[in-house]
């Protein structure tokens, strides 16, 4: 079975752009079509996108390539914890802002780069949980003055399309790909990827 490449891309909100991230990905050479999106806060590794690509879609000997470490989690322990699992799973992790993750060192000096990448994953992932502190923080002021404003907050539910089942059939049997799906359903990556892990085919 062929070792396959995955990206993942993340933003904190639904206003912000993951383009910068999708064309480095591109540029390194991952299908469009097997990067996925989360459009939502890095403060633990509970998003629809990457669960689902954690469970369902990743395996063993494949490699999953993001653009920066911060795009797996803001809290250190959990990027830890994350590139553990992957590790355990021999899903090799490539961080394009981490040189060294790019690299295929011969066996005997693999443990030059774990050492070097433990050291770079140490001090990313310091600063990227001291910078989710902040944006919480600001996060914070920001609902408080919403609240006084009595503005309503909570993600709509979405429905399920009512040509799902046939569409999602297509998928499972290869006749059309995930962006033609998205086209046919007339949904957005993230509600695709959310649809999916709630109703299992």
Not at 66 to 86: Q, T, V
Not at 122 to 137: D, P, Q, T, Y
Not at 171 to 182: D, F, G, H, N, R
Request: net charge positive.
């Amino acid at each position: 079975m062929d070792n396959r490449t995955f990206g993942y891309a993340r933003v904190s909100s639904k206003e912000q752009h993951e383009d910068r991230q999708i064309e480095a990905l591109i540029n390194y050479g991952v299908a469009k079509d097997n990067i996925i999106i989360d459009k939502c806060s890095g403060k633990d590794t509970e998003r629809e996108g990457y669960q689902y690509l954690k469970k369902q879609i990743l395996r063993y000997g494949d490699t999953l390539v993001i653009k920066e470490l911060d795009r797996l989690s803001r809290n250190k322990s959990d990027i830890k914890k994350e590139l553990e699992f992957f590790k355990e799973k021999n899903v090799h992790i490539r961080i394009l802002d981490i040189p060294t993750t790019l690299t295929d060192f011969p066996p005997e000096q693999m443990w030059v780069m774990d050492m070097i990448n433990a050291i770079l994953i140490e001090v990313l992932g310091s600063i990227a949980e001291n910078e989710r502190i902040k944006i919480r923080k600001r996060q914070r002021e920001g609902i408080d003055a919403a609240l006084k404003k009595n503005v309503k907050f909570g993600r709509p539910k979405i429905d399920i399309p009512d040509n799902w089942n046939s569409v999602i059939a297509k998928v499972e049997t290869k006749e059309i790909s995930i962006s033609q799906a998205l086209q046919a359903l007339n949904i957005s990556r993230s509600s695709y990827y959310r649809l999916r892990q709630n109703n299992q085919i």
